[in-house]
């Protein structure tokens, strides 16, 4: 655990941040493969509106899209 903090110090706030925008990207990522995996017909649209509503929750979604749709849909 001291080797990861000091790990982390030596790359300093870009590098950190830098790190954390790549692990959300590739947790982002591996939402959008579970959502093609379970929904395979789904076009584009529909699996980028299905991600943003996993991602933010359905009164945002509501909110931006006009109402919650879910998944079976």
Do not use: K
């Not at 692990?23 to 699996?47: C, K, M, Y």
């Amino acid at each position: 655990m001291a080797e990861q903090i000091r790990g982390l110090r030596r790359l300093g706030l870009a590098g950190r941040a830098a790190m954390a925008f790549e692990l959300s990207d590739n947790l982002r990522q591996i939402v959008v493969d579970g959502i093609r995996h379970r929904h395979p017909a789904w076009d584009e649209t529909r699996v980028r509106h299905e991600t943003f509503r996993l991602v933010y929750g359905d009164r945002l979604y509501t909110e931006v899209f006009g109402r919650s749709r879910t998944c079976d849909e």
